[in-house]
């Protein structure tokens, strides 16, 4: 059963959301690595059966209660199990950022895939949607677009409570190099919010990218490149450590020779003049 819809729109976290198609069916065969276009969302929801959902990097069981959503850029994959074909729930749609974006658009933008596990109310609405669509009453496109809207408030609730993983962010270049040049040229004044601004997340999320591809928090990260910045000042010779503290962001020397011997096992004057004697 399939259902186009046109000029049904919602604001949805300050985006102008409209679904434009809405189908209920059992895939017959495995949907190739595709993306979709710019600013468009596809919300899939397993009703029945099982299968995989793949990305560029990994890939993810699917079965019944599952849901998946991708944005125009991510690249995904689907393979149904020929004993168990997979039912799916799946809504496309459109979004145009408004005057009301914010921070909660960014975070939502952020994140080109998620999945999660639909509880019972996800569940319920996704039962309910199914019957409207099928039934093809008065007003059956109002009410599957109020639907969608409560399953994508559902999805992000799920996300809330960490039920489910962000792989998306993971796979943004972009993103990364931003993340590695504010440590490289801004090492002495980044701070969390700053640099979770800047890159369009929360402090939690980027605190969470840091520790799983850096292995890192963004403390030891930012101590990381300070470290490493005064190590190239203190082989120069020519600065006090009192101009090296000042220049790493440090409100006083002793402080910064204490994380520096914390870091690196020497304090800063015996890697002086270990430099020093090299030259």
Do not use: W
């Amino acid at each position: 059963m399939v259902r186009e819809l046109s000029g049904n729109y919602f604001l949805y976290n300050g985006l102008r959301m409209e679904a434009v198609r809405i189908s209920d069916e059992t895939m017959r065969g495995d949907i190739p690595l595709h993306r979709h276009a710019q600013s468009s969302l596809e919300f899939h929801f397993m009703l029945a059966g099982k299968g995989k959902m793949k990305t560029r990097q990994q890939e993810f069981a699917a079965q019944s209660g599952d849901f998946f959503i991708t944005l125009g850029e991510a690249e995904h994959e689907q393979c149904i199990d020929p004993r168990d074909p997979i039912r799916e729930l799946c809504i496309y749609a459109t979004f145009k950022e408004t005057d009301k974006a914010d921070r909660a658009t960014r975070q939502f933008l952020a994140c080109p895939f998620r999945r999660g596990k639909a509880d019972e109310d996800m569940q319920l609405c996704a039962r309910q949607m199914v019957k409207e669509l099928h039934a093809g009453k008065k007003g059956a496109d109002e009410a599957l677009c109020c639907y969608f809207r409560l399953l994508l408030i559902g999805a992000e609730r799920a996300q809330a409570d960490e039920k489910n993983e962000r792989e998306g962010i993971s796979a943004d270049g972009a993103l990364f190099l931003k993340i590695e040049e504010a440590f490289l040229y801004f090492y002495r004044t980044v701070t969390l919010s700053s640099l979770a601004r800047d890159a369009g997340l929360s402090e939690r999320q980027l605190q969470r990218i840091l520790r799983e591809r850096y292995g890192r928090t963004f403390t030891q990260k930012r101590t990381e490149a300070r470290m490493r910045a005064a190590d190239l000042m203190l082989a120069e010779g020519k600065y006090t450590i009192t101009r090296i503290a000042e220049e790493m962001g440090y409100s006083c020397a002793e402080h910064f020779c204490t994380e520096y011997k914390k870091f690196t096992g020497m304090t800063a004057r015996a890697y002086r003049r270990l430099c020093a004697a090299k030259r």
